[in-house]
């Protein structure tokens, strides 16, 4: 079966479960050209928990299946590579995060989504990278520990007063990109912006042009008049960012560096195979756990 085979059985599938295909912007293009809905962290949790479909067939890593099941606990959330996970999700475990906030009396834990629904739980809030500082901001604490990504708390506290202190995770697929990878993209084309992710290192946020979580790239690339643009972040954004907008030349600013295994793992085959048998490919959360996980996602949800 070729894609659009494949996508119209998956879509005659969902129709009869009521259900509802959300994507994350670095999935394969086929998937997110099928998908209901494609999007960053923060809009992909927003719709799963607002969304009234009976099931939810997530196409991302097993921490944002996950989120799905925490906020939406009357539904069935499907993942269909129960192997794609996210190595910074696992950098930190709930005890370790334990230990740190006892080291730390006063603080308030804010946790990037990118972390498992049991350190979650021992979180005061959540955050994406789209929201990081207003969450920070808005946390009760002046004083801040943030877990599990060392550059995205670097990149929040170079913006606000409050005292942060973080957790020395990272995400492999952009904590490899170096400034010297900058340099030489630049080199190559001068006269292009630079536009990064802050899962990135400091030493390259700080040559860039823009740093954004995804659905803050294919925003600027909507308006944007610029020749080339120079992406720092996983490659399946490209697929986006060419949609957004087809007048802007884009090239990552290392081939090599910028892929996401884990992402790249779902294939549509793999999303029909979920969808014909649901129970082999659903996500759920220890009750206790997901109610704690669901306190700190909420507020993150009412902060926006
Ligand atoms: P955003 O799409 O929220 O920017 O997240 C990036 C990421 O690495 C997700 O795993
Ligand atoms: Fe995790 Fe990085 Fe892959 Fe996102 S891109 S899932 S943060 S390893």
Redesign the pocket.
């Known amino acids: 079966m070729d894609h659009r085979e494949l996508t119209a059985r998956i879509k005659a599938l969902l129709r009869e479960r009521r259900g509802i295909w959300l994507a994350h912007n670095?999935q394969r293009p086929e998937i997110q050209d099928g998908a209901d809905l494609t999007g960053d962290s923060l809009a992909l949790s927003i719709a799963a928990a607002k969304t009234d479909a009976e099931l939810i067939l997530f196409c991302g890593?097993h921490f944002m299946a996950e989120s799905a099941a925490i906020l939406s606990p009357q539904k069935r959330v499907l993942l269909p590579r129960l192997d794609a996970g996210?190595?910074?999700?696992n950098m930190i475990a709930a005890e370790q995060l334990v230990g740190a906030k006892r080291q730390r009396p006063g603080y308030s834990v804010v946790t990037y989504v990118?972390s498992t629904a049991a350190v979650k739980a021992e979180s005061d809030i959540c955050c994406t990278s789209a929201n990081a500082v207003r969450v920070v901001e808005a946390a009760p604490s002046e004083k801040v520990f943030f877990a599990p990504d060392q550059n995205l708390a670097q990149w929040v506290a170079a913006q606000t007063k409050k005292k942060v202190e973080w957790w020395r995770g990272f995400?492999?697929?952009?904590h490899r990109l170096t400034a010297e990878h900058v340099r030489r993209a630049k080199e190559r084309w001068p006269d292009a912006v630079v536009v990064v992710h802050p899962?990135c290192r400091p030493e390259v946020t700080a040559l860039a042009d823009l740093v954004a979580s995804t659905s803050g790239m294919l925003k600027w690339a909507q308006t944007a008049s610029v020749k080339r643009a120079l992406i720092g972040t996983?490659e399946g954004l490209l697929h986006g960012l060419r949609k957004a907008n087809a007048n802007i030349e884009y090239a990552l600013i290392d081939e090599e560096t910028l892929i996401?295994p884990?992402?790249k793992l779902t294939t549509l085959p793999d999303v029909l195979a979920a969808l014909e048998r649901p129970a082999d490919y659903t996500v759920t959360v220890p009750d206790d756990i997901r109610r704690r996980a669901k306190r700190a996602l909420d507020r993150m949800l009412e902060v926006g």
């Not at 996210?86 to 999700?89: E, K, S, T």
């Not at 995400?171 to 952009?174: K, S, V």
């Open positions: 670095y890593v996210c190595p910074m999700a990118n995400c492999p697929t952009h899962e996983e996401c884990n992402m």
